[in-house]
């Protein structure tokens, strides 16, 4: 997730209008920015790593010529932040730049190819591609509007550039697929273009929407919009009545709830995790004879997952530890042979590096999975597997839990073919499987988070939850318990329902809250007795259940439905969503901020 923005104005001062637009859109991502301007068909590039301000401070982003800019704030997926990296990347004859916010997924075939036809590439990012496709079709004689409509027609992933081409300096060209992309105008004085509208929202709230596979030519003459079969679609601008705080979570009250709705669309970028890195991966995998993954927080309950799936998938063996216990657990039994596969979202979570270091003395072998990439975990590690959730803001882990259990389950379904445990056909069967899931994971935002935030009121003032499933989904309850207490104050914990019989039923008294993960898998018989024994003490249930599920719905005094998902494999992961819209909702309702639970940061850096 990136951020860009784009303006032509009729008053000057562009530098300065794209460095505050580039601010407003800091929360988007932030490890290195840049901008680009067209004067007397002449184009300017500044850009570097590092903070907005940092970067301004050195380059002077507001000094640069011209009427019209394009600017970008990274959060890096492919390549490292560095100044190579950063956005606008160019041409090979400095006629065009472009900012981009995605990820082409094909940028390996078509950069193959426009080496082969003499393109020098400069950086390591899929976006490189994009200028290159530009200038050839510019090359074949096509202008402007039409070298970029064909060039994104041979763009796979998802998108939303803009293009500043130095032969046209008083216009933009955007486009967008899968990927947010706004415009903005005021009478003949501005038009924008922003990833999200509180860019230029302090100069204008007339915005105008751009759709997937629509092309855009921005000037202060007006916006043209064409398909992608150069068909032009008429657009009206809308009065958006938003604060720029409110636009800046895209609407929604907090970050989390944000965050909790991106899922399907960062679960969705997840799984084009190129199938190279997963081989990559799976090579280390089998050729160890010991597999720890290491963690904290709900990072730590995605190794968990990560435990079940290896086994049930790849049949193979392996443990989660806990970071900061690594190295009191390892000390004996850790040597060349084993891989550690250490996940965090941050990838500066001190626990999770110390552990990362000290299996590395030892020999072994490091997988990292993270979200941010340059991290210091992702640097010391032998292969990173990368998340595609963009920057979590809030403090809760609610989106980057779900990408990480997404590629842990790609990692797995792949190690699972290259053993041999399942045939070609099998493992497309279980990517089709794991590709529904972004699909069902929309379906319980829309339908089921009406039912979560209803039954907030009869829980909110508890002082004790209990979370229980069985299997996998034991992990999951983990992980909700941890949702709970962090954000809600209530103390909350998760457990395997099997277990719960072995001391936590002695809490058990009338009005007791438990929260049972019951989806209908292999478990679904013995979860049903673990309810009837705590029910027969007085508990109340509250079942996070499939749809259609009479039976627990009939012995449950509150139900979370999520859509009908018997034959999907993967199944259990939706399971957290409504425990994440649960612990949300019920912090709302204690009137806590969600964003900035108490005591907590969003990276534990210090041991
Ligand atoms: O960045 P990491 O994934 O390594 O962070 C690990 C934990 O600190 C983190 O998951 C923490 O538990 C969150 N507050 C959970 O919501």
């Known amino acids: 997730m990136c951020g860009i923005v784009g303006v032509i104005t009729a008053e000057g001062g562009v530098g300065d209008v794209l460095s505050k637009a ?18 007397e068909n002449k184009l300017y590039i500044k850009k570097d790593k590092g903070k907005i301000d940092e970067v301004n401070e050195r380059l002077n982003l507001t000094d640069v010529p011209g009427r019209t800019g394009i600017g970008h704030t990274r959060w890096a997926t492919h390549g490292v932040p560095s100044k190579r990296n950063s956005h606008p990347h160019g041409d090979c004859k400095n006629r065009l730049a472009v900012v981009h916010n995605g990820i082409i997924e094909n940028y390996s075939e078509l950069k193959e190819r426009l080496t082969r036809n003499g393109h020098i590439f400069l950086s390591d990012t899929d976006t490189e591609v994009i200028p290159h496709l530009i200038e050839e079709k510019l090359n074949s004689g096509l202008t402007g509007f039409h070298a970029v409509l064909e060039a994104v027609k041979e763009l796979k992933g998802s998108y939303a550039i803009a293009v500043l081409i130095a032969d046209h300096p008083d216009k933009i060209y955007v486009a967008r697929n899968e990927s947010p992309l706004v415009i903005g105008v005021k009478n003949k004085n501005y038009v924008f273009c922003a990833s999200d509208i509180p860019a230029f929202l302090p100069i204008t709230n007339q915005v105008i929407f751009l759709y997937d596979g629509e092309v855009a030519e921005l000037s202060l003459e007006g916006v043209v919009i064409r398909n992608l079969n150069g068909e032009v679609v008429e657009r009206e601008v809308l009065e958006v009545d938003l604060t720029p705080e409110m636009a800046k979570k895209g609407g929604f009250p907090h970050f989390m709830l944000k965050e909790i709705f991106e899922q399907p669309k960062a679960l969705k970028n997840t799984l084009r995790i190129d199938e190279r890195k997963l081989i990559e991966v799976c090579k280390i995998l089998s050729e160890s004879n010991r597999i720890v993954f290491t963690s904290a927080g709900t990072s730590f309950y995605a190794g968990l997952c990560g435990k079940y799936f290896l086994a049930n998938i790849s049949r193979t063996g392996s443990e989660a530890v806990i970071s900061s216990e690594f190295d009191e657990i390892m000390k004996n039994i850790i040597d060349e042979r084993t891989t550690v596969v250490a996940i965090s979202q941050s990838g500066e979570t001190s626990d999770t590096i110390s552990a990362a270091k000290y299996a590395k003395r030892f020999g072994a072998k490091i997988i990292s999975i993270s979200n941010t990439v340059g991290s210091s975990l992702t640097r010391l590690a032998d292969a990173t597997v990368y998340t595609q959730a963009g920057p979590e803001i809030g403090v809760a882990a609610t989106k980057t839990f779900l990408v990480q259990l997404g590629a842990l389950s790609l990692i797995s379904s792949k190690l699972a073919e290259f053993k041999g445990v399942i045939t070609r ?18 379906l319980i935002l829309d339908k089921t988070e009406g039912e979560v935030k209803a039954s907030t009121e009869a829980y909110y003032n508890s002082t004790s939850i209990l979370y229980l499933g069985r299997g996998i989904s034991s992990a999951v309850a983990m992980e909700g318990a941890l949702k709970l207490k962090e954000i809600s104050y209530i103390h909350a914990e998760g457990y395997a329902a099997g277990e719960s019989k072995h001391g936590p039923i002695a809490l058990i008294s009338t009005g007791f809250p438990v929260v049972f993960v019951a989806p209908m898998d292999s478990t679904h018989n013995k979860i049903i007795g673990n309810i009837m024994e705590m029910k027969s003490r007085g508990a109340r249930i ?7 599920d009479e039976e627990i719905k009939s012995i449950s005094d509150t139900v979370f439905r999520v859509p009908k998902t018997s034959d999907n494999f993967f199944k259990q992961i939706v399971y957290i969503v409504p425990l994440q819209l649960f612990a949300y909702y019920i912090a709302v309702r204690k009137g806590l901020d969600p964003d900035k639970p108490r005591n907590l940061a969003k990276a534990v850096t210090v041991a």
């Open 542 to 548: 509250i079942s996070v259940i499939e749809e259609g």
């Open 425 to 442: 056909d099998e493992y497309k069967t279980l990517l089709n499987d794991l590709n529904t899931i972004p699909e069902i994971i929309q």
């Open 22 to 39: 580039l601010k407003r859109l800091e929360y988007r991502g932030y490890d290195s920015v840049g901008v680009a301007t067209v004067n």
